[in-house]
T-cell receptor, first 111, second 114 residues
Framework: GENVEQHPSTLSVQEGDSAVIKCTYS??????FPWYKQELGKRPQLIID?????GEKKDQRIAVTLNKTAKHFSLHITETQPEDSAVYFC??????????FGKGTLLTVNP | GAGVSQSPSNKVTEKGKDVELRCDPI?????LYWYRQSLGQGLEFLIY????????KSGLPSDRFSAERTGGSVSTLTIQRTQQEDSAVYLC????????????FGDGTRLSIL
């Protein structure tokens, strides 16, 4: 079945530095890769997603890259700010409607 | 509505009791999902509804769990004879298409079994 590995499980950076979170997946039919941000006690919120027909997508300080050959995709946050602190989840969707989520990365941005 | 709405936000109940959790999806969204999130864990898929099609119940952990979606809108997740391991946050999400559209989540119901 589908499996998503997410690393690291925790990440601490200084304000202004970049943060990178990586996910690998096993289903070669996967073609949709969203990233969610979840602040403590809040709902997961979609921050960016990418489909398999592109290799990179950017939205201001956030970017996602996809390598379908290697079956991995990454979230890049530049110029991190304290409000970026949260748990980030990657997910993958394949030929069906389901999303399989990674276990999350706790990002802490230190002022 | 403006977003996915879930109720109650918190539920505390005794082991062995039945509970019902409610989800109001975004108006017009045809797809509805239930997930379970245990403390410090990722999201575990439970069940999926799409329009009038038969739901995909493959993620339900036991026959104590069931869900309905009436009129293609509101959904209720029922847990019978609750156990302590059922304690978790139950999240509902909806999307506008055949699951290929982004899923938008509610705030969840935090369920605590004493």
């Amino acid at each position: 079945g589908e499996n998503v590995e997410q690393h690291p499980s925790t990440l601490s950076v200084q304000e202004g530095d970049s943060a990178v979170i990586k996910c690998t997946y096993s289903d070669s039919a996967s073609n949709y890769f969203p990233w969610y941000k979840q602040e403590l006690g809040k709902r997961p919120q979609l921050i960016i997603d990418i489909r398999s027909n592109v290799g990179e997508k950017k939205d201001q300080r956030i970017a996602v890259t996809l390598n379908k050959t290697a079956k991995h995709f990454s979230l890049h946050i530049t110029e991190t700010q304290p409000e970026d602190s949260a748990v980030y989840f990657c997910a993958e969707g394949g030929s069906n409607y389901k999303l399989t989520f990674g276990k999350g990365t706790l990002l802490t941005v230190n002022p | 509505g403006a977003g996915v709405s879930q109720s109650p936000s918190n539920k505390v109940t005794e082991k062995g009791k039945d509970v019902e959790l409610r989800c109001d999806p975004i108006s017009g969204h045809t797809a509805l999902y239930w997930y379970r999130q245990s403390l410090g864990q990722g999201l575990e898929f439970l069940i999926y509804f799409q329009g009038n099609s038969a739901p995909d119940k493959s993620g339900l952990p036991s026959d104590r769990f069931s869900a309905e979606r009436t009129g293609g809108s509101v959904s209720t997740l029922t847990i019978q004879r609750t156990q302590q391991e059922d304690s978790a946050v139950y999240l509902c999400a909806s999307s506008g298409g055949q699951g290929r559209q982004p899923q938008h989540f509610g705030d969840g119901t935090r369920l605590s079994i004493l």
